[in-house]
């Protein structure tokens, strides 16, 4: 079946370090999406990226859709940045296939 | 801002209970969604709905039904409530079109826990 896999698991960096996370996907899709993750918290939206790249402040968010894989860079890296980050990938009308999550831990 | 509200936010049953979890979106949105979240399997889709009168099965639909009253309204119904279904269920909504992606805004997440 149609899969998700991110990289890494788990991030622990020093504060202002830059952070790359990496979202493969097993079969070709119509968009993805990055959203952010609280302990216990909801999701919230962080891009929604069909292709090539977008920045938002200190967050880059890059697609290739031919190779299938896309990335999240967080630049100066700050505490509360921490969180699990997950890549969605839109395959059918808004249905969603998550990955399972990069847990950042940004520590001082 | 997107609002989804959900309820209740926590919530003790018993095997074999029926369960309903209730969920209201003020954003207008034809699209509404539920997932399960948990440790080793991620968010997985269990019903979704395009508009008010429609639900469709998801990835995980086994146990559960879904209801879609009106545009605002999505509830998640378990009539038979088992241990495997304790979790912490999102629900969703989002505007896309057909053939086209949408960014999704969530709830808080209801958690459930069945004894």
């Known amino acids: 079946g149609q899969q998700v896999q991110q990289s890494p698991t788990s991030l622990v960096l020093q504060e202002g370090e830059n952070a790359e996370l990496q979202c493969n996907f097993s079969?070709?899709?119509?968009?993805m999406q990055w959203f952010y993750q609280r302990p216990g918290g909801s999701l919230v939206s962080v891009f929604y990226?069909?292709?090539g790249t977008k920045q938002s402040g200190r967050l880059t968010s890059t697609t290739v859709i031919k190779e299938r894989r896309s990335s999240l860079h967080i630049s100066s890296s700050q505490i509360t940045d921490s969180g699990t980050y997950l890549c969605?990938?839109?395959?059918?009308?808004?249905?969603?296939?998550f990955g399972q999550g990069t847990k950042l831990s940004i520590k001082p | 801002e997107a609002a989804v509200t959900q309820s209740p936010r926590n919530k003790v049953a018993v095997t074999g209970g029926k369960v309903t979890l209730s969920c209201n979106q003020t954003?207008?949105?034809?699209?509404m969604y539920w997932y399960r979240q948990d440790t080793g399997h991620g968010l997985r889709l269990i019903h979704y709905?395009?508009?008010?009168?429609?639900?469709e099965k998801g990835d995980i639909p086994d146990g559960y039904k879904a209801s879609r009253p009106s545009q605002e309204n999505f509830s998640l119904i378990l009539e038979l409530a088992t241990p495997s279904q304790t979790s912490v269920y999102f629900c969703?909504?989002?505007?896309?079109?057909?053939?086209?992606?949408?960014?999704?805004?969530f709830g808080e997440g209801s958690r459930l826990i069945v004894v």
């Open positions: 954003n207008n949105h034809n699209n």
């Open positions: 709905s395009y508009g008010a009168g429609s639900t």
């Open positions: 969605a990938m839109d395959y059918n009308q808004g249905k969603l296939i």
């Open positions: 079969t070709s899709l119509n968009s």
């Open positions: 990226n069909p292709s």
């Open positions: 969703a909504s989002g505007a896309g079109q057909p053939h086209s992606g949408n960014t999704l805004y």
